[in-house]
């Protein structure tokens, strides 16, 4: 027993000396709470590091600047190529009635489609939130009337949201009671699979804005998006001389028209001198707009011309240049009679690239059309008439609201002016 006694006290004895060595190895000691902390340093000067980089690298700007890129899915060189031509061309068709001209139209079979009336035309509608909308869809309205073979005319209004459109859509094709279904898409990319999904079961006729699919029977549309961007970036270009400071005003991305219209525009823009200081989304929202307009104006003491890639806006953005004492830019605008008024008031230098609201009539007519089973162009391509210092006065309406749209197509319909609020 005093052996074993003996030989574990040296044991211990031993194990406690190896214990003490190891913590002097690792640097333990009662006084290593007191120590700094070896990597304390290394992590300051990475703080550091972040700080400066952040302060040596703003924000890109203008035709840099998030708000200026193009996707890729938005760009077509052919398309581009093809509005560029089309803009030279004349339409074939009736010269008084352009939503019943094409331009370059290839024809398509619809006999699959055609039956005896009276028919259901159903349309799901991206929205009827702004004043262009809200034009086009009195004159659909106004056009369905004129066809007493149209026994119902059911339209679902997706309130500007992908999710309740699509939904719209479903409910509508389920519901069995469409003979021909219209749409004109929230934004492309979200409605694309409800819209391929409703060809399964009925003639679509997709309008306005498009889908990236090539199943409805028919697309209507005018010349398009770059052929607005376009006009409107040429004319700043061609009037706004040396060292031109250009604000370039968008509504809202993933919307493949307006997509287009500003990447035609940034092509024109990169190709000249202009100086494009600022790319900003306004949400189509005037008091937006105005405070934009205004902080650039302060930011850069003067802009030289405003471009935008739809003009419900453009006397909103002009007030800011009042409210500052500046002097009015070269300004691109629509054909909204707000704005119109404006510009002849003020002699302005000015163009309005139109989106013809009197497209709203085509796709009615070319449902009709399917329902006979006669052919009907898969691209209806429609005329883009542009308004300009020569050919403003023609379409400055006194008698019309200052958010009626002059290029309605309306005025020899049954009840113009007043179902369209004037007078």
């Known amino acids: 027993m005093l052996h074993k006694d003996v030989k574990r006290s040296w044991f211990l004895m031993i194990a406690l000396f190896a214990l003490i060595v190891g913590l002097v190895a690792c640097g333990g000691s009662a006084d290593t709470e007191d120590e700094p902390e070896a990597d304390a340093p290394a ?8 700080e400066a980089m952040d302060e040596e690298e703003p924000a890109a700007a203008g035709l840099e600047s998030d708000a200026a890129e193009v996707k890729s899915e938005f760009f077509s060189q052919e398309q581009y190529d093809r509005a560029m031509r089309q803009m030279t061309l004349t339409a074939e068709g009736p010269a008084d009635q352009p939503w019943l001209q094409m331009l370059e139209p290839e024809m398509v079979d619809t006999s699959e489609w055609a039956k005896e009336g009276p028919y259901t035309f159903c349309f799901s509608n991206a929205g009827v939130n702004n004043p262009w909308r809200v034009v086009g869809y009195t004159t659909m309205q106004a056009e369905v009337d004129l066809h007493p073979e149209i026994e119902e005319f059911i339209h679902v209004d997706a309130e500007g949201s992908d999710e309740k459109q699509i939904s719209d859509i479903a409910d509508l094709v389920a519901s069995g009671n469409c003979d021909v279904l219209i749409v004109s898409p929230n934004t492309t990319a979200a409605l694309t699979p409800a819209v391929e999904q409703a060809c ?3 003639p679509v006729i997709v309008f306005d804005r498009g889908v990236f699919t ?15 961007g376009e006009t409107g970036a040429r004319y700043i270009i061609d009037n706004c001389g040396d060292d031109c400071n250009v604000l370039a005003l968008r509504i809202l991305p993933g919307v493949d028209v307006l997509e287009e219209r500003w990447a035609a525009a940034k092509l024109a823009f990169e190709g000249s001198d202009v100086n494009v200081i600022g790319v900003e989304f306004g949400d189509g929202d005037n008091a937006k707009v105005n405070s934009i307009v205004t902080d650039y104006l302060d930011r ?15 006397v909103a953005a002009l007030e800011a240049f009042e409210d500052a004492g500046q002097p009015y830019p070269i300004i691109v605008g629509e054909d909204q009679q707000d704005f119109l008024v404006k510009w002849q008031e003020n002699d302005l230098s000015g163009i309005s690239p139109t989106f013809p609201t009197f497209q709203w009539r085509t796709p009615v007519i070319a449902g009709l059309q399917i329902m006979n089973g006669e052919e009907v162009p898969a691209v209806w391509r429609l005329p883009q008439p542009t308004i300009t210092n020569d050919n403003l006065d023609q379409y400055v309406q006194d008698n019309m609201p200052p958010l009626h749209y002059a290029m309605c197509g309306c005025e020899e319909m049954p009840d113009f002016p007043g179902r369209w609020g004037g007078e």
């Open 43 to 50: 992590a300051e000067e990475t703080d550091s590091e972040d």
């Open 200 to 202: 399964e079961e009925l």
């Open 214 to 228: 090539e199943c409805p029977v028919s697309f209507v549309q005018p010349i398009g998006g770059y052929a607005f």
């Open 300 to 314: 850069f003491g003067r802009i030289d011309a405003v471009w935008m890639d739809a003009g419900a806006t453009a």
